[in-house]
């Protein structure tokens, strides 16, 4: 499994002192998420220096990548405004050693759109579905597609949509069957989910 | 509008006073909703013989129905659990001389059943979605088909679905533009607003 | 239905790029909602220019509006909070080719208000209802007005009304027969919705 | 004040203990409020035939009413499903000797019916108003009256209304000012709240 | 009833606007409450010459009070940081004509604190209670004093505690009888219940 | 600590399946919970016999009870309603050899029958208070005592007390300093929390 | 997929009528989930005949199970209690011809039982978590157990436990890295992720 | 036990205010909780020179601290962004003359280690358990610790675990027997509710 370090529920003094530390005493892979602008900037230019930074999806590699793995996964996110939340999915992927792909706004609104990239998706080994507002992406794609969907609903939207609660609930009330859910907003998480379904690319346990 | 009584929140000693009044004062069409097996036990056998009553749809009508008037509306459900409250609007537009019919099973898990059908909807001048669960039908509609659709979510389900407030949050968080959402359970309220639009039918109001 | 750019849940930088886009490759109209002031202030002056903005709703419309349609909608506002979710509505309309009224200031706590102005309502197609608190306004016209009723919940308040949540249910429950309702703050959806049902004016689909 | 045992918290086996104890030891009036069927069936003969019982409002007095003071309430209530908590205000206040009238069925859905006793209303010293769902009347009323308004919510209703907080929230954020509210159902405690301003009759405390 | 313009809920322009046009047109008493630190700022220096203003309740009078009238409040507030909110009230009902005292760090974990204070809180006509947290201070005062009492929970602590919820439910769930309760924070609210209660003191309506 | 079994969340056929295997396999006291009147009727009488059973606090101690220890607890609860939850605690103290005294009906909406009881109260080594609705006790128990007080909230109540949300919330915010809370009905925890701190009579761990 | 009907959603005469068609019309294998006691009464003798049908888990198959596939589940559960959800998951995954253990009474407050079961608990290929309460199981197994880790929280549980949302909260919010969730009660949806996971054990798609 | 400010729902004024009327009239210890920097920076130099200060906790002690007393507390965190809670606690307490010990980053996904401090846990009298998310960490607290232990959720978090709901929840339902609970974020609560406790290691009261 991937080592990260949650950042954003951190004091920007509590990052500084984590980050110190671990670029001094290990050359491992290391991940920061929710890293905040106002965090990195109070980080020492040498250790930003071995960081590799996305600000769109807040992550940061130490000491680059854990060793490529068998699999692939795309991460399937509904419209431009879940992008964050499906870019720390796709680098936590891509650090795990993940190979992974990205197919953004193919909401169910314009179901065309989802139907033309449904190819795509099928060739993946697992789905990431990253839906706010209803979440209704994560049914019909649990509908059409036959691997294991991980969806993670955002806190994208307004009104009863605030907060992400409405997608959350939409997505564990699924009509399609066996999809599982993780936190709002927590595309780390999921990507997490889909590490440990790819060791069963092995084969059976016993 | 239709002029109806909502029964289920009354006691039965004050639904049979009212309808034994009704019954005796008037032979203009009246709606009985939310009639409970009880309560129409408890009617006179004078008046019960005088009731078009359907009890899945725990509706009455008491005098026959309001005259024909033009339009179609479309009832499509998403599953047999919500055949009782698609029934509740499909049986008020009858009673209000309104042209209707009913579409089940044809959930957004099963996306083919919902396009084998989706000729069949769009001849209609309004749609009436009923869902539980993810309410993933609306939006899948509101995509599909360009007529006023009224959601109506139901409150059927179960752990984060109990009570309807997941696919009441689904409905009005909908991708979809311009679906507008009645009370959860509320077919009588569906089948209404669907009358009111239909005057539109006659043309501007000035 | 009006093709809509919802701003408020992006990154200015996603703004940026998607209008500036918009503006090389289209000259038809589109609409921008919820643009906040920071992501105007970040789009190039020559975009800015081909903008129609409004800051109260905190709409823009870019390239015009939609051709005339027929049809007439009437957006009732309780008090001067709700005037910005009313102006969403208005501008959306405006947008689309609709003529439009916006009453405001006729909360049901002075109801001689708002029957000073009941016969311009009456005259209207369709009623958008708009109003936070208690959201009675929404109740008494149903009770008043025989047209569609779409009745927006607005987020202002405090206490037991913070978020929108109390105008809402209230708006849902209503005791007024066929309102419908769309999301807390939606204004563009009670257009969009409106939109919807004006295609009824020209007679039945079948 | 009056002397009350809230019956529907107790189980039979106490109830029947605390009122037997009553009726032994003391002349004076008590008032039983959600006095169960099942608990008035276990009740000893003797007992009974000393009690005042209604079954709408599942109320008791026992040894008859406290002395008539000075001051009129009226109770209004928006419909027939109200009426039990309307009732149980109205026993209420009875017991506590003050002079009282009930008002059923003026929802706002049609003013007409409640402008028609407005008369009436205003005659009072001080109204209690019932209402479940919506709570329109609340603010109508508030809006209309300059006497003080006691607000019960009440809980009937399905899917928003469900359990009473819709009507609660709508009391609480009501438009018109200085409406002051109670427990959802508590028609107990609004009477209570009238019996504590009625000494207000009598002139200032200082 | 004091006529009284809510300025939290609306745009420091829409707030210039009117609070100009109120000082163009009427010299008759007005009141301006949640008047924000910006919005006061914006006013024309002409204006705010004419208001007197008060930052801890963010309250501002124009053109003075309404004449003095009978009866005698007592706001009593259970801590310190309940103070802007019992200012609210007091300053309205001061604005109203009606005299009033301030009670302030009574709450009940220090009983004797409020015994000492008794004698005074029994002087007056009317109790206003403004309590946060658990509000244990109103169904303590309410089973001490005979008087009207009217609750205003408020938004003030953290935890469950957190918008004032919690305050709002203890105090409709009060184990005392005939205490009747405004929205959170409502000071204005609170005291405008006071006059109408005040009116009262005049005797009998009919 | 004691061993018990919460039998209210288990099927019948499961309670009796444990019992018969406890009275089968052990002479130790083992404490049953929640033990509805439908699992007592179904188990064996030869079971039944060795049980010692009270159906008010739904509690059955099987093979007496654990040895004495030292310490004193005073349950005090608000109401007679609450005299099932503060059974369930006294009798699980009971259970495990702790002395324990029950003091019911001290609510403070009545101060003086509290006071009264103050000096007993206050010769315990802990408190354990049981209080529904408002929870008033617990706060001004919280400053009248300086032992530790475990706070018991209640479901007894109705509207916005429905569930004992209200008294948790009132509890776990009380403003009286050092008062622990525990879930709500759940008088056997309160007793379990006692023991534990029963323990430090015997002086420091280390 | 193993196709299903959801029983429990459904009207005894809507439930009689689907098995009735289902045993006329095919002899694949289907199942049925939430039967209750009183739908399995109302079944014909001779489809009855044909079911297998299991009590706890409310779970009955119908034509057999489906062909055998690769790969082992375990089923974990805290408690007693939590069976029943369990047993919809082992009787879903049994139907599905997956290979399974379950393994009950396990929870963390007696981590040593946990710890005495953890080397079969690692021989699976997946693992379910079903918790009720705290779920706390879920999270100490994410930390202990490298497969893929399913969590099912359940209903079981009273005060802020009731209806499964503490469990639910908890599972998603889990300090462990990569647990996926399903919907409260959801054993049959548990299993179903598990089938889509085990179809990865034939290697990546592409 | 202490005597504390709570500063954090108090204005900047009232604060300083408060403390520069402490340090002027008293010279016993007095805790300030929750002071915010920008209070801080508003006090006078003469009054800050006389606080022992903690930035991370937002605790100052002015005037020393009380006595010591007998007994050994131990402060539990589950990570790094739980230690300003676990500060307040830890401040408290040594505020309060009792001696203290932090152990932080011991949650349960990393069993070892909280495992490799349990000798050290054994030893305090009272353990003080600071968890956020699923606060698992109370659970397996409770199961391997016999002393009292007090629960501290904490708002730490995102999606679910937003504002400390679900953790308070968590510890709420705990699995472990006889757990109490304190308000979220509440650490300075918990060290009270340890001082009330510690006063037990005298021996019995009575």
Chains 1, 2, 3, 4, 5, 6, 7, 8 share one sequence.
Not at 32 to 52: G, I
Not at 75 to 98: I, M, Q
Not at 164 to 187: E, K, M, P, R, Y
């Amino acid at each position: 499994m991937p080592e990260a370090v949650l950042c954003g529920t951190k004091t920007t003094e509590q990052v500084v002192a984590i980050v110190d530390e671990l670029a001094a005493i290990t050359t491992e892979p290391r991940l920061l998420t929710r890293l905040t602008d106002e965090q990195l900037a109070a980080l020492a230019p040498t250790v930003v220096a071995r960081l590799d930074d996305d600000r769109l999806s807040q992550t940061a590699m130490l000491n680059g990548t854990l060793p490529q793995r068998a699999g692939r996964v795309v991460v399937v996110a509904a419209g431009t405004s879940d992008a964050a939340v499906a870019g720390e999915a796709a680098r936590t992927l891509t650090f795990s050693g993940v190979q992974c792909q990205t197919i953004v706004d193919v909401g169910v609104a314009g179901l065309w759109r989802l139907e033309a990239r449904l190819d795509e998706i099928r060739e993946a080994d697992i789905v990431i579905a990253v839906a706010g507002m209803d979440a209704a992406l994560v049914s019909v794609l649990g509908g059409l597609v036959a691997a294991p969907i991980i969806a993670v609903p955002t806190s994208v939207g307004y009104g009863v949509a605030t907060g992400g609660t409405a997608a959350l609930h939409s997505s564990l009330a699924s009509c399609a069957q066996g999809v599982s859910v993780v936190n709002i907003d927590n595309g780390f998480g999921a990507a997490c989910a889909a590490v440990r379904m790819l060791s069963l690319l092995g084969g059976p346990a016993s």
